[in-house]
């Protein structure tokens, strides 16, 4: 359109990220440091972590001369990597490594190193621990319309954040279902299985998640009962 010689935006975006809490920012810091260094467990799991796509790592060694309760083999250690593409993660396993110290795990993957020659490395994925709940919610006046669909999205995203080993505390979820407000009372079931279904039981109880699992919901396995006050 001709005419005119310039413009301006009256209600300017407003970009970047939210603000970090001092506590997230000194782990960012923590893990950010340690990408630069090579052959510990810190380094190697920062250095996977980095890759896209990958959400967790948990990374179990066996330092002794035999194999160890959880079957590890002598002088190895096995990652468990949610996410992430198999070839990436071989690189990152191969190039952070230490030398000597065999990998371990249900996958095999091989890469050409610097001379050109093949090497295998190993890692594992997670067992996949599905997680449902039933929150029954006692709602007030002030209750806003969309409240519920926020609330069972926060679930969804703190119990997909716990990563690997890590159990889903029921009190713990709470704090996703009062940040809305109009919630006079509040009550959680959950229950688990390596299986999406049938739907497991529940019980207002705490989901233990093993060493080798990981928890994951989504939007369809959580269901949300709303009631007057």
């Known amino acids: 359109i001709s005419g005119w010689i310039g413009c301006n935006n009256l209600s300017a975006a407003k970009i970047g990220n939210n603000l970090e809490s001092d506590m997230e920012l000194r782990f960012r810091r923590m893990q950010s440091i340690r990408l630069g260094g090579s052959g510990t467990l810190e380094a190697i799991r920062a250095s996977l972590l980095n890759l896209n796509t990958v959400t967790a790592v948990s990374i179990t060694e066996n330092t002794t001369n035999q ?136 019980s207002e109880s705490n989901i233990v998640i093993k060493a080798d699992e990981v928890a994951l919901t989504d939007h369809l396995k959580i269901e949300i009962i709303l009631g007057e006050f």
């Open 67 to 202: 194999i160890n309760d959880s079957g590890l083999p002598p002088h190895s250690f096995e990652a468990l990597v949610t996410g992430g593409e198999e070839l990436d993660i071989a690189h990152i396993l191969w190039q952070k490594k230490p030398a000597g110290i065999r990998t371990h795990g249900k996958l095999s993957v091989g890469i050409l190193d610097s001379e050109n020659r093949k090497q295998i490395l190993n890692f594992s994925r997670p067992v996949t621990r599905y997680v449902y709940g039933k929150i029954t919610i006692t709602k007030t006046k002030d209750f806003l319309q969309g409240a519920e669909s926020s609330i069972r999205g926060k679930l969804v995203n703190q119990i997909n954040s716990l990563g690997v080993g890590s159990n889903v505390i029921l009190k713990s979820l709470f704090l996703s279902i009062f940040s809305e407000a109009g919630i006079a009372n509040a009550s959680i079931a959950l229950g688990s299985s390596s299986q999406e279904l049938p739907i497991p039981i529940l």
